[in-house]
């Protein structure tokens, strides 16, 4: 026999039944007086009056438990919903603060560029006057030199030949017909 239709035939045989040894399968036992259902009834009444209190005063401590840890969850959202709102508040505020200072900053780098710009300007149409002023100036003292040094050249040139055509002879005969247009007697 296997454990399990023995346990059933233990649970619904009585003593001499056991001791004869023969089975006689499962079945239901109608007799309430042998199956013990009056004091299991009467076994599970007394445990649940007994147990009732406590039973009842746990379920409502932890009732009253959930209740508290969800009114804590209620308080902590609404609390963070609240942080979050103001939180976001910042933020809009923030970056409304950040747009102004980067419109503040694109129109001050537009100002000093064009300041720089017009100054750069400036400073070029001085450099190229004074730099159009030098080479007037250089070019006046080329030509001057160059003047100079042509004057220079054409007396030595016309020197040396007037000491080539001109002998001393000559030389008085010129002066004196000068001398004589002039209108002087010497």
């Known amino acids: 026999m296997d454990i399990i239709?023995?346990?059933?035939?233990?649970?619904?045989?009585?003593?001499a039944e056991l001791a004869s040894s023969s089975?006689?399968?499962?079945?239901?036992n109608s007799n309430i007086l042998e199956a013990n259902v009056?004091?299991?009834?009467?076994?599970?009444?007394?445990?649940f009056y007994l147990l009732r209190d406590g039973i009842v005063n746990s379920l409502e401590d932890?009732?009253?438990e959930i209740i508290r840890i969800l009114e804590d969850a209620e308080t902590r959202v609404k609390?963070?919903?609240?942080?979050l709102?103001?939180?976001e508040k910042q933020l809009n505020?923030?970056?409304?603060?950040?747009?102004q200072l980067d419109e503040q900053a694109k129109a001050t780098a537009t100002k000093y560029t064009n300041e720089i710009l017009t100054a750069g300007k400036i400073e070029m149409r001085k450099i190229g006057a004074v730099g159009r002023l030098r080479i007037e100036r250089a070019d006046l003292q080329c030509r001057k030199e160059i003047r100079e040094?042509?004057?220079?050249?054409?007396v030595q040139r016309a020197s040396n030949s007037f000491k080539h055509y001109f002998d001393p002879e000559l030389q008085s005969k010129l002066i004196d017909h000068n001398i004589s247009q002039l209108g002087g007697n010497l």
Not at 23 to 28: I, L, Q, R, S, V
Not at 38 to 47: A, R
Not at 79 to 83: D, E, H, P, T, V
């Open 5 to 15: 239709s023995t346990l059933f035939l233990f649970s619904n045989s009585t003593g």
């Open 23 to 28: 089975p006689k399968g499962f079945g239901f």
């Open 38 to 47: 009056i004091n299991i009834v009467i076994l599970g009444s007394g445990v």
């Open 62 to 64: 932890r009732e009253k």
């Open 79 to 83: 609390q963070a919903s609240l942080r």
């Open 85 to 87: 709102a103001e939180a």
């Open 93 to 99: 505020e923030t970056n409304l603060v950040i747009q």
């Open 149 to 154: 040094h042509l004057s220079l050249l054409a």
